[in-house]
């Protein structure tokens, strides 16, 4: 029976707790497990413990995919899947303006293992095309991306991936998989920070990887050897997660619209990157490839105005790292996120220094905008600011 999303976060994988009846799946915290026959040894790195097999079960229904693992973090799962298809010799195509973690494993850790790498020019899909060599194995996208909220042509991508014979990845941590499956699309691997969205409450680092059975064995033969598991603890309290991740991304795909329209409204703000605006150059393709637009935001304030006196004059909505929370954060990329690759190549991927990313939350909207509102009036006469 094919299930609707809510029902898949509340129920799929459950473990049923036979011995009391429990409404929820216990939690076996065991790193040891006697032998059932000489096939099965369960072992938390082996990442196949009731509960992490549970929750990958989950996952892997949430993608639409034959299976999934979960792993200790998003760089985790992200390392862990380049790692498995790629080796010395080979070379992948990256798309430009990717979470930034991911731009340093590649440009950091890649040389070291002589596996080569190029970065689209832009996001067309000819511009990734044109980059594919004799050696390409890989093509790795993310849509929408972080932090201007592009948006990548997935059917377009997997064509191009199967013409060549190359395995497509998609970090699809942005939309979650309540906004968008792109397996549905043809995209053979699916990548997620579980830090953010799947774990919603700004309390969990974890990652998750979906494809076919075959993919994942391949993926697994590495990862038990590079040991990037979740804690059994953790992987118990991200089920909880998902259980309402369903309700909590919806509730903020509509937050974001909201915010995304107030903003662009204003005289204050310059520019307003959503995919879910008419006026976005991604709208009609997102409005093909997802079910929801996101609860990820950026917007330019007026250059006259001081983007990080506006932030610290925020009261409700908090400057912080993360994203996905349930509460609204905001940040400059420029000074965090970004802040590693330089100037140059934040200059070239079209963030500026004032460019500040939203990640709305469940709040009230209209309580979001009393306190930008209010932000923006001590921002306007920086003489009477009074930061608290
Ligand atoms: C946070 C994030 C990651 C990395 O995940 P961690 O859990 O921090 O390791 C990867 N991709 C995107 C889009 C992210 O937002």
Redesign the pocket.
Known sequence: MKKGINTICTHEGDIKDEQFKGAVSPLYMSTSYAFEDVEVKRYPRYFNTPNQVALSQKIAALEHAGAAMIFG????A?STALLAFLRAGDHIVLQKSL?G??YNFVNEEFSKYGIEYSFTEGLEPEDFETKIKGNTKVIFV?TPS?PLLTITDLSAISKIAKKHGLVSMI?N??ASPVNQNPIDFGIDIIIH?A??YMGGHSDI???AVASTEENMDRIFQLAKNLGGSLSDYTVWLLERSIKTMGIRVKAQNNNAQHMAEFLEGHSEIDKVYYPGLPNHPGHELAKSQMRGFGGMLSFELNPKYDASLFQKALQLIKPSMS?AGVESTVLSPAQTSHALIGAEERKNQGITDGLIRFSVGIEEPEDLIADIEHALAQVRSPSIVNVQ
């Open positions: 973090s998003g760089m985790a992200i979470y973690g991911t993310e972080n970090d941590t942005f920070s830090t953010k680092c974890a990652g994203l």
